[in-house]
C-alpha cells in the first residue's frame, strides 16, 4: 500500500480510538499494535516491549515528576493566594491594578508550577471573586483567569517543554530560555486587552482600588519571596552549569517541600502524601504516553510514513510561509481535541525534519507549537482551562467564559504572528546565554 494512503488510514484510526474514550497512551499503543500485525506480522510486536522501556531509558525525563512535585507542592499551600494578594498591594496604584496583578499572578505562578489547571485554580479563587466584587465584567475577570493559565506550558521551568526537548532531542536549557520573552510578550498583550475591555465597558471605576499602607505591601512579601527566590537559583543552576536540568529539578522540588512545610506548616502527614500521590499519578501518564508514544513513532517510521509525508512535503512547490501556515492550523486543530503532551509526541518527530528542511529554528518552532497548544487551552470541545474556571465561578456561565478568552485566543494568533516576523525574540536569549 502507498505510504501516504497508509498515513491516512493510521490518521483516521487514530481519531476514532483516541475518540472512543480509551486514554491517549493505550489508544496509542492499540493503533500501534494493530497496524504492526497488519502490515509487518505479528512477529514485529517483539520489539515493542524493548521500545517501551527503551524510551523511558533517558536520565531527562527524571525531571519532569520532580518539577511537578514542584508545582504540586507549591499548589497544595496558600502560596497563589499571597502571590496575588502581594501584587495587589504593589499594584493598586497602577490604572486597572487588579486585572494586572491577576495576570502577574499567573506568570510568576505558572513560573513555579509548570502547570496551567493548577495555576487556573490557585489564582482564580482569589482574582475572581475580587474583580468581579469590584465591578469587572464576568467575561474579563474568568477570560483574564482562563488566558493567564496557559502561561503554564510557556513560561519555564515548563513540562511541555522538556517533552518536546526529548521528542526531538532539542537542548531542555535552550528551550525554557525561548520562552521567557515570548512568554513576557503574551503578558504584555494579555493585560493591554483586560484594560482596553474594562475601559470600553465603562466601569472606569473599577480601575481604582484601595490603597495600602507601606506596612501591609511589605507583610505579605516573606511568605511569596522564597519562592521566587527558588525559582531563580533553579534557572541560575542550569543556566550557570551549575548542574543539569534533572538535578535541577529534584534540588528546587526538595526545597519547595520544605518551604511548603515551614512556612506554610503542611505538616500534615495527609497533605504531604495527597502531594506525592497526584504528582505520582501525573508524572506516570505523561511517561507513559511518551514511552506509548515512542512505539507510534516506530510503527510510523517501520512503514515508511514518517520519510514518505516528509519527502512528499518537501516536493511541494509551496512558499515556505505558506507550509508554515498549513502547520499552524492542522496544531491549533489537533489542540482543540487533544492535550498539549499528545500533541507534541505524536506530531513533533514528523513535523521537525520538514520544518528544520523549510529553514525554520527548532528552538523557535517549539515555542510556536506551545502557543498553538495554550490556544486549545482555552478554546472547545476539550478547552480545560475552561471547565476549571468554571467550577471555580459556576454562576459564570461557560458561554461567557468562553466569551471572554476569545479575544486573549486572538492575542496569542498576534503572538504567533510577532513571532514570525521577529523570531529573534524566541532565539536570541537561547543563543546569548549558551552560545
Do not use: H
Not at 493505550?26 to 506480522?41: K, R
Not at 533553579?234 to 534533572?246: E, H, I, N, Q, R
Amino acid at each position: 500500500m502507498d505510504p501516504l494512503l497508509l498515513g491516512a488510514l493510521v490518521a483516521v484510526a487514530t481519531i476514532a480510538v483516541l475518540f472512543s474514550g480509551v486514554s491517549v497512551g493505550i489508544g496509542l499503543l492499540i493503533v500501534s499494535a494493530g497496524f504492526l500485525i497488519v502490515f509487518d506480522g505479528m512477529r514485529s510486536l517483539e520489539l515493542m516491549p524493548e521500545i517501551l522501556f527503551g524510551k523511558l531509558d533517558n536520565f531527562a525525563l527524571l525531571s519532569i515528576p520532580m518539577f511537578i512535585i514542584m508545582g504540586a507542592s507549591i499548589a497544595s499551600t496558600r502560596a497563589g493566594a499571597d502571590l496575588y494578594e502581594a501584587l495587589e498591594r504593589w499594584l493598586t496604584r497602577v490604572p486597572g491594578g487588579l486585572v494586572i496583578s491577576n495576570l502577574g499572578a499567573c506568570a510568576l505562578f505558572s513560573a513555579m508550577s509548570g502547570s496551567s489547571p493548577a495555576t487556573c485554580a490557585a489564582i482564580g479563587k482569589m482574582g475572581i471573586p475580587e474583580m468581579r466584587k469590584r465591578g469587572y465584567p464576568d467575561a474579563v475577570a474568568a477570560g483574564s483567569i482562563a488566558a493567564g493559565g496557559t502561561l503554564g506550558i510557556l513560561i519555564p521551568p515548563s513540562v511541555t517543554m522538556i517533552v518536546y526537548g526529548i521528542a526531538t532531542e532539542t537542548s531542555i536549557g535552550r528551550l525554557f530560555l525561548a520562552g521567557v520573552f515570548p512568554g513576557l510578550l503574551l503578558v504584555t498583550l494579555f493585560m493591554a486587552w483586560s484594560l482596553y475591555s474594562t475601559w470600553r465597558s465603562g466601569n472606569t471605576q473599577v480601575l481604582s482600588t484601595r490603597v495600602y499602607s507601606w506596612a501591609e505591601k511589605v507583610e505579605v512579601l516573606p511568605r511569596v519571596l522564597p519562592f521566587l527566590l527558588i525559582i531563580l537559583g533553579v534557572l541560575y543552576a542550569m543556566y550557570g552549569g551549575v548542574a543539569t536540568p534533572s538535578e535541577t529539578a529534584a534540588v528546587g522540588a526538595l526545597l519547595c517541600m520544605l518551604i511548603a512545610m515551614i512556612i506554610y506548616r503542611l505538616w500534615n502527614p495527609a497533605a504531604l502524601w495527597a502531594v506525592l500521590r497526584d504528582s505520582t499519578k501525573e508524572s506516570v501518564m505523561i511517561l507513559f504516553i511518551i514511552a506509548a508514544a515512542g512505539v507510534f513513532s516506530y510503527m510510523l517510521s517501520s512503514l515508511f510514513i514518517t520519510q514518505s509525508i516528509a519527502e512528499w512535503i518537501g516536493t511541494l512547490d509551496v512558499n515556505r510561509w505558506v507550509l508554515m501556515g498549513a502547520v499552524n492550523l492542522f496544531l491549533l486543530v489537533a489542540g482543540f481535541f487533544l492535550p498539549p503532551v499528545a500533541v507534541i509526541l505524536m506530531a513533533a518527530p514528523i513535523l521537525l525534519p520538514i520544518i528544520t528542511a523549510a529553514g525554520f529554528d527548532p528552538i523557535w518552532f517549539a515555542v510556536i507549537l506551545t502557543i498553538n497548544m495554550e490556544i486549545g487551552l482555552i478554546s472547545p470541545p476539550v478547552g480545560l482551562n475552561l471547565y476549571v474556571i468554571n467550577g471555580i465561578a459556576p454562576d459564570i456561565s461557560l458561554k461567557t467564559i468562553l466569551t471572554g478568552s476569545l479575544p486573549f485566543v486572538a492575542c496569542m494568533v498576534i503572538a504567533i504572528i510577532i513571532l514570525c516576523v521577529f523570531p529573534g525574540l524566541a532565539t536570541w536569549l537561547p543563543t546569548a546565554v549558551m552560545g
